[in-house]
């Protein structure tokens, strides 16, 4: 059995970019919008509680994704969770709201012109902000409510003090150039999340013409001769086909969208080819140019006051009857940005700051009292790529980030010099007084900063979950998409989400996926 739908526009994957673009097409009557998402609703507790994320982790609520062996990182496979529900990571993630730098804007203006560039970006997200204690640089009354934190930890404090004793200077967050240490402001609203399918698809959801469906794993576009005209999903167990009338776009993030334009003919031909699939369009850079942000986190047992207890009785009354307490943070509560070499001309490494063992990615669960910073490298020179394992629609694409494998050595050095710096920090009078031994890595305390950094990045360092780059936008005949965001050699057919960033940005990709949505929103529309 089948069935077949139509609608004027498809959009696949209801995640940070995704549901944004769907609810802002449906702002015109005129117009029927169809939203693909192959997860859930986005229901339950932990989505909700900003101090839960990582219980969302291999539940049916991640994509659940293995790396390949990665050679720089003691050979290890690395987990790469991925929000599959409405609201996509923008309901699983941290909640950083971290743009990123002008320079990274001005990159992107560079190689896909000035609708892209930072004159044109910071005026998108102007539109979209809604941040609490607002200054001439951030946006208020939009959808994205941004906020303070509303009960950091006091070893929170304690870092950005001894941040300051090292040298480095305490500010604002989020400016065009943002090098401060500062507490990190937090998408949230009134202490719990406040994901994309909070801020958009809730309000939208009363619009006859917005027709979400939840359980929808789509298995390819459907194309006659060079149109894009709908795509193929399983829907309840059935096949189902959703033809658009006017456009497909793809908004299933860095790792599902070019694995979706392969499964339909667009992507490298020898690569299709020997897997059988039909070639529409031999786009060799799908899948290519995959960057993502390492962090690579050193652990300190405390005495007392981390986030250890969150789940007391005590903290969980604090959040039902007042949003406050342990449960409200995001556990990422400070970072700050500094240059790994003085001839750089922006940051390209991120200090993070955690007030709980958050080891293993969250996924063992720590008994302890702990806190974690660390180096984030921010600005990475190695590129890794997406590829199909099979011509099979559920089966998972192969994900091969290569951290660490630029020729010339920089990203490593620059993580070496990033443990040093954090060793720095937790060197002043702020801090260490209250640190004891190292928990992550297990090495002496006295261990140098060259040996720290070893024996993290070969057992411990990790994703901070921000892929991008696999669709490239760019105004050369190479790139995925053009400017408009036309997947190039397909009409009818457009790319929104993570993927279509030329370069990653040295910030966290929740705020541009979520600016990448508006824009598309506005090419589309604009025509």
Known sequence: MSQELTSDYVVVGAGSAGAVLAARLSEDPGVQVTLLEAGQRDKGMNIHVPAAFSKLFQTEHDWDYLTEPQPELGGRRIYWPRGRMLGGSSSMNAMMWVKGFQADYEEWGEAAGPDWGWDAV?????????????????GIGGPVRVERQRSPRPYTESFLQAAEQAGYPRGRANGPNPEAY???????????????????????????????????????????????????????????????????????GAINTPQLLML????????????????????????????????????????????????????LADYLLRRRGMLTSNVGEAYGFLRSRPDLAAPDIEMIFAPAGF???????????????????????????????SMDPSAKAVIDPRYLSD???????AMVE????????ASQPALKPILGTFLRPDVPVDSTAEEVADALLSRHAHTLYHPTGTCRMGTDEASVVDPRLRVRGVEGLRVADASIMPRIVRGHTNAPSILIGERAAELITSK
């Open 407 to 413: 020729p010339e050595g920089r990203d490593r050095a």
């Open 359 to 389: 080891f293993d990615e969250g996924l063992v669960v720590f008994e302890g009292e702990a806190v974690v910073a660390g180096p984030i490298l921010v600005d990475p020179a190695s590129r890794g790529r997406i590829t199909l394992a």
């Open 122 to 138: 910071r005026k998108t997200y102007a539109q979209l902000e809604d941040v609490e204690d607002a200054t001439a640089l951030d």
């Open 182 to 252: 500062v507490e990190t402001m937090v998408t949230q609203r009134r202490g719990a999340r406040w994901s994309t399918a909070a801020a958009y698809l809730k309000p939208a959801a009363k619009r006859a013409n917005l027709r979400v469906i939840t359980g929808a794993q789509v298995s390819r576009v459907t194309i006659d001769g060079r149109r894009a005209t709908g795509v193929e999903a399983i829907i309840e167990n059935q096949r189902t086909t959703i033809a658009a009338r006017r456009e497909v776009i793809l908004a299933g």
């Open 264 to 315: 339909s003919g667009i992507g490298p031909a020898a690569q299709l080819t020997g897997l059988g699939i039909d070639v529409v369009h031999d786009a060799r850079e799908v899948g290519e140019n995959l960057a993502d942000h390492l962090v690579a986190g050193i652990g300190w047992e405390v005495e007392n006051g981390s986030l250890a207890t969150a789940e007391s009785l005590r903290q």
């Open 418 to 425: 990033g443990v040093r710096v954090a060793l720095e920090i």
